[in-house]
């Protein structure tokens, strides 16, 4: 069903209308031929429409008011008339079908190009808006250009073509009474100009109101254990029924204002009918004016007022979708994440005479190396090792709030680096550096010696395995679920995988084992199920370097137990970066880096820091000095 | 659904019951205009009375002047009787839901909740604003012009008795098509959804996997499928305005030939002719508008049956109805063979079975074990958010049953698993615990929860406003204020369920001391997970699979307790030899 509508008269303004329209007028097609049939087509439904009007005339003067009895003749020219109507609703109904087709095709694109662009865009714009703000563009804005693009731009193009036709056709007639037509006219036109604007206004307030509303029945319903436990009722009621009532209020202006608009125009059309009847009929007395002439006049005069109300209905619709629509192209027009990468992953093999590159696809060797660009257009290959260095690097998400000051740091392939402290120190940031999910303010992060900035960014990543703590899964099977980590991956190749992610044991266990559908991020699976699983994600993918958030305390001690055995599984042989919540994960750390407030507070290996007794000896055994 | 618009309608009774009256008057108005016009053409023309005209063209002046007074006083009465109904149910709906129990939230969840509240509650106003006219106007135009086209001619009028059945069973004919592809559409649109909100939810994991082309075919082939569902209902509903176009002309074209004939023999008149196939046009219009404003109302039919959902649950939770005698607060806990399972769940497993646990006042306990093993649910017993499903909860030798809910819950504090901060400043935040609180308390309260500092810190201390209910902080934080609130109120009980989980060790040390050098006489229960958080507590609770598995201080359940051994043998794995 089509989602609801702002009512007349309220709408955000659009910035750059031309711009805008143009750009929407590309999606809709680039192709004028089905353009021009459907204006040929309008062109015919409104000339049809005025015609079969005028049509009464001369049935009215030659066969029923005449005073002949030529009832054949009457048929022949009724038979014209149904001839005539049939052809304009054949010419609408060709004109709106392809208008449907061209409509939802254009929102295809608008919604292909809107979410491709959506997927390129920098973590920081994610961070930036709440995903209720960019689902409402593709719910909200992409519906409203959709039904724009299907209706309003048809039926406002249909209403000027008929005001337009109407309008001469009366002058034709007769243009004494058209001044008649034409004084109530202009009345109209003023009343749209107040009476809209006054809703605008109302309903801008209105808005507001319903915001304060909505946000707090939002608070207040999923804050209500809260409530209850503060037993904060009568207080919550109260605010409420404030806001309640400003809301009745505001809507009820706004609507008195927006419901007005169609009784008033409506009935200034009649004022306009009742003049012109009187008129007419006076200047049929008068002047003969012939009575069909007066008929016809009369029914254009009734429709005239329909086009002005279309189009004042339609502006809003065609606005608030303009609007939407400036919206949809500034996600579009948002710079995507930035790659000057060149430097690309290559599998290679070794061979006596140096390394090899693979084919594409031949994955004999597990061996990967970096294909360095040079100046002369050849190219070199750096063995990929997992060697990774911080040097002397600063970074913030937003300007001037420095996250983390002055980090350096390296690992050599094969070594497990955990990051310890607190919540905030930075620890997390740390990891999304280094795949660059942000870019980092100053300093340099190296990857076997290549800057993280030369290379692409996707086989940057390719070559970072990454379990986060906040696990999440995709619609799909079980199965699929574990191949994202490798699209091509075997039905074999998976369940190795989940076997040394100590997950198989479990799928095994599931309703239908490795086809079980995970629904709605995994709500059908416990939490330790879900990270079993994106731990099996992460090992089919196999890469060398593995960036792990461990998992802390909402996770019970008996399934915790199963993560460890794959998770440490997983760290087997390769570089490891580990947020790192168990002893025994930072015991066996190579180097463990404690942080503090963005800053490295001491590293070293457990020992080391044991005896230093510093930051480190009071986190995890300050609980042995409080007595 | 119309028994609840009445009822709803207090207040505003005057405006529903006069609106309409206002909307019919503006529809006569307009349904007499075109007779008088057929009496200038038949009466005043063939004569030349230019007077009769003059007379005639006042007349209708004056009604389209009256009929647009009724049309505005119509608007006006209908909107004030639509918004005030809105106003109406929406604060019946959240009054109601203040009485609901915990079980009841479960049952209906939070996101449905709001839902009903916003969405169904608009849906309804809107279908009344708009429905009001559409369904005055409708049924009064088509009556009035039935009778004066049967009075004009009845002969004539019989061409409707064809016209009418053929539009609604086309009208049925494409609604009914529409309706079922327009359901095809709507699964689509769920599906294009499902894909959107899952790449927002895990970009991180598309971006970490170089997923996104692959996503994008993903997504494209929900997009696919959703125009092609569009396409198809779209083809069909376009065709409904021509067809009615169609039947419109068709009727229109056989009433002026068979009219015309009449005319001819003078058995009709011209004006009346003419007015006749105005009358026909919208004696079919308002069988469509009819017809579109029923489809309009079946989906309000949806919003109020779940509105009325709501509004018709009963209460998990009531008041006594003769509360007892009640003691002086000093915070003893009892639970007496004590069995709980929650009604939404679909097992019917007890999550608590035969508890029987005694807490002295004052004293300092921990409940640690594994998720699922009723920790959560066990205290949520002791200010009465869920009922006990068998044995009783006592709070200072007095069932809570025989509490006044807002007394007993008065004297508990309870920190909640999932902390809610609401969007207002920090000080409005924790007056929540005691509303009349000085500014000494407050910088107390907040001193013990260790959140003095960091309030401090920030620009404007304890005016800080938190937005979206603090996601200007950090979740540490957010605990730090939920624990101040609820130390605020000086509760005999205070309960901690696992609020302290993001909070360091040793910060969680400092508010554990500031527990016993300022709330010596509070009962303190907490719920935690390390052993770090539990091991000075007076006594330890062990719960495992919906029983209490052991019970001691740290040193005891050390010495003799196999959970306690292996859950501390797992945090403490890899520390001091």
Known sequence: MPPQRAPRGGYQKPKH?????????????????????????????????????????????NFVWSGCTDVAGLGRSILRLVGVYLIGALAAYLQAAVMVRLAQRGANRLRRDLFD?????????????????????????????????????????????????LVAQMLRLNWRLFSVTLLVLILTAAMFKLIGGKSRRSYQEQQAALGALNGNIQEMIEGLRVVKAFTHEDQATADFAALNETYREAARRAGFYSGIIGPVSHNLMNVSYALTACLGGVLSVLQGFDLGGLVVYLNYSRQVGQPLNQVSQQMTAVLSALAGAERIFAVMDTPPEADAGKVTLAAVRQTPTGLVELEQGDRSSRQWAWKVPGADGASRLVPLRGDVRFENVDFAYVPGKRILKGISLYATPGQKIAFVGSTGAGKTTITNLINRFYEIESGRITYDGIDVRDIAKDDLRTSLGMVLQDTHLFTGTVMDNIRYGRLDATDEECIQAAKTANAHSFIRRLPQGYQTMVTGDGANLSQGQRQ???????????????????????????????????MDALMEGRTVFVIAHRLSTVRNSNCIVVLEHGQIEEKGDHDALLANKGRYYHLYTGQFQLD | MLNMIRQHLKGYGRQAATGPVFMALEVVCEMIMPLLMAAIVDNAIPRGDTTYIFLMGAAMTA?????????????????????????NLRLALFEKIQTFSFADIDKFS???????????????????????????????????????????????????????????????????????????VQKRVDAVNEVLQENLVAIRVVKAFVRQDFEKKKFQRSNDELTDAFLKVGVRIVSLMPIMTVCMNAATAAVLFFGGRMVMGGRFDLGSLQ????????????????????????RAQASARRIQEVLDAQPDIQDPAAPAALPAARGEVEFRDVSFKYSASHTGDDVLSHIDLHIPAGQFTAIIGGTGVGKSSLVN????????????????????????????????GMVLQNNV????TIRENLLWGKADATEEELVQAAKDAQAYSFIMSLPQGFDTPLDQGGVNLSGGQKQRLCIARAMLKKPAVLILDDSTSAVDSATEAAIRESFYKNLKDTTVIIIAQRISSVRYADEIIILEDDHIAGRGTHEELLAGNAIYQEIYQSQQEGVGE
């Open chain 1, 117 to 165: 662009a959506l997927q390129d865009l920098p973590l920081s714009y994610f961070d930036q808006h709440t995903h209720g703000e960019l689902m409402s563009r593709f719910t909200n804005d992409a519906d409203n250009v959709q039904m724009a693009l299907e209706q309003s731009v048809v039926s406002m193009l249909s209403s000027a073509l008929m005001f337009v036709g």
């Open chain 2, 110 to 184: 939070s996101a449905s909740l709001i839902t009903r509240t916003t969405n169904d509650v608009n849906n309804m106003t809107m279908m009344l604003t708009m429905g009001l006219r559409i369904m005055v106007r409708a049924p009064v135009m088509l009556l009035v012009a039935l009778v004066i086209a049967v009075a004009l001619n009845s002969t004539l009028a019989l061409v409707l008795v064809v016209i009418i059945p053929l539009m609604v069973v086309i009208i049925a004919g494409i609604m009914k098509v529409g309706i079922r592809l327009f359901g095809q």
């Open chain 2, 63 to 87: 009604l389209a002047l009256l009929s647009m007074f009724c049309g505005i006083m119509g608007a006006k009465l209908g909107i004030g009787a639509s918004q005030g109904f809105g106003a």
């Open chain 2, 381 to 412: 017993l002791i200010p009465r958010f869920y009922d006990a499903t068998g044995g009783a909860v006592l709070l200072d030798g007095v069932d809570v049953r025989d509490y006044p809910t807002r007394e007993l819950r008065e004297r508990i």
């Open chain 1, 532 to 566: 079993l699983l994106a731990i099996a994600r992460c090992a089919v993918a196999d890469p060398p370097v593995m960036i792990l958030d461990e998992a802390t305390s909402s996770i019970d001690t008996r399934t915790e137990k199963h993560i460890e055995a794959g």
């Open chain 1, 17 to 61: 209308i031309r711009k805008t329209l143009r750009r929407l007028m590309g999606y809709l097609t680039r192709n004028p031929l089905p353009l021009i049939l459907v204006l040929v087509c309008l062109l015919i439904s409104v000339g049809t429409n005025l015609e079969g009007t005028y049509m009464l005339r001369d049935i009215i003067n």
């Open chain 2, 421 to 424: 901060l609401f969007s207002a």
């Open chain 2, 275 to 298: 007015a006749f196939i105005g009358y026909i046009a919208q004696i079919l219009m308002s069988v469509m508008m009819v017809s579109m404003s029923l489809l309009q109302l079946s």
